[in-house]
């Protein structure tokens, strides 16, 4: 199987799995509060990625273990965080659409941090995949209808963090295998995320509640797949085609997200179709050039 098959599967597994993140995260919110949710989901994706990291740890640089705690805060914690707080206010598909503005912050912290070059071609990739992302947001009406956009703010800021942690794991942290930094990022970041859920009260909690469980369980699902397993399969797209390619998994999310809703019952016609063909175009000619 060649290297374009390979970058191509390992992106369609990617969106399934982050384009799922959004709907786990509203059943989490049924019972648990946003912090509660972001930090089941980091401890559960450290607990399960602890073997990993006990085993490969003294194989990190010193000097690089910094760099990979941060690579864990502002990469999957901080935007748990900041994605479950939006999510208390906005539908989750309106979440994961605007999570497509990832590839835009990309291009402008890898510009202004990391000295990165990116061609015209690539930027006009991203414009056409971002312009079907944000036609597919207005050709579903409903998603727009009694949302509190004050709350799509944290939304961006998660973005932000995502373009700024893909140009740093790309520059500073190409050469640690993706396993290795994920699994030590993630079980780093877990301590912090079991002292939110002390001070939260979660373990006072009535845990054997079945709503509660549901919840709990959404959140470790999320955890476990949306965040340990995923996480290592993004940074190795990173590794194998290019930080932008890997970043515009982001667009395919919403095409998750409409399945989701089809399978919930909303309607999906041509407009829809219309919308992701303009998406994968772009996505296509990002990678093509």
């Given at each position: 199987m060649n ?11 990617l969106?399934l ?8 995260m509203?059943?989490?919110?049924q019972?648990l509060?946003p912090?509660q949710?972001?930090?089941?989901r ?5 607990l399960?990625l ?11 640089p010193?000097?690089k ?6 690579s864990?805060s ?8 900041l994605?479950?707080i ?10 994961g ?9 990309v ?10 070059h990116t ?21 579903k009406p ?7 956009f004050?709350?799509?703010f ?9 373009g ?5 794991v790309?520059k500073k942290?190409l050469?640690?295998p993706?396993?290795?930094?994920t ?13 939110v859920?002390i001070?939260?009260?979660y ?5 054997t ?11 470790v ?17 990173v590794?194998?085609a290019?930080v932008?390619f ?12 409409i ?14 179709a219309?919308?992701?063909?303009i998406?994968?175009?772009?996505v ?6």
């Amino acid at each position: 199987m060649n290297k374009f098959v390979i970058n191509w599967l390992l992106f369609i597994v990617l969106s399934l799995i982050w384009g799922s993140s959004f709907i786990l995260m509203k059943i989490g919110l049924q019972q648990l509060s946003p912090y509660q949710v972001a930090a089941v989901r980091v401890v559960s994706s450290g607990l399960i990625l602890l073997p990993v990291t006990l085993k490969y740890i003294s194989d990190i640089p010193p000097k690089k273990l910094l760099l990979v705690f941060l690579s864990g805060s502002i990469g999957s914690l901080i935007p748990g965080f900041l994605f479950c707080i939006a999510e208390e206010k906005i539908d989750s598909s309106l979440a994961g659409t605007l999570n497509s503005l990832t590839p835009v912050f990309v291009i402008i912290t890898g510009v202004v941090f990391f000295n990165v070059h990116t061609s015209s071609n690539k930027v006009i990739g991203i414009v056409i995949a971002f312009t079907g992302s944000i036609l597919l947001l207005f050709s579903k009406p409903h998603l727009l209808v009694n949302q509190n956009f004050l709350s799509i703010f944290p939304v961006i800021l998660a973005t932000v963090l995502y373009g700024f942690n893909v140009n740093m794991v790309s520059k500073k942290l190409l050469h640690i295998p993706s396993l290795h930094i994920t699994a030590i990022a993630l079980t780093f970041n877990a301590i912090p995320a079991l002292f939110v859920l002390i001070f939260t009260g979660y373990f006072s909690m009535p845990l054997t509640n079945i709503k509660i469980l549901t919840s709990t369980g959404a959140s470790v699902i999320l955890g476990i797949a949306g965040t340990a397993i995923a996480t290592v399969l993004f940074y190795i797209l990173v590794k194998r085609a290019s930080v932008l390619f890997a970043s515009m998994v982001t667009y395919a999310i919403p095409f998750v997200a409409i399945f989701w809703g089809v399978f919930y019952g909303e309607s999906f016609g041509l407009q829809q179709a219309f919308c992701m063909l303009i998406i994968l175009a772009g996505v296509y000619f990002t990678n093509k050039i």
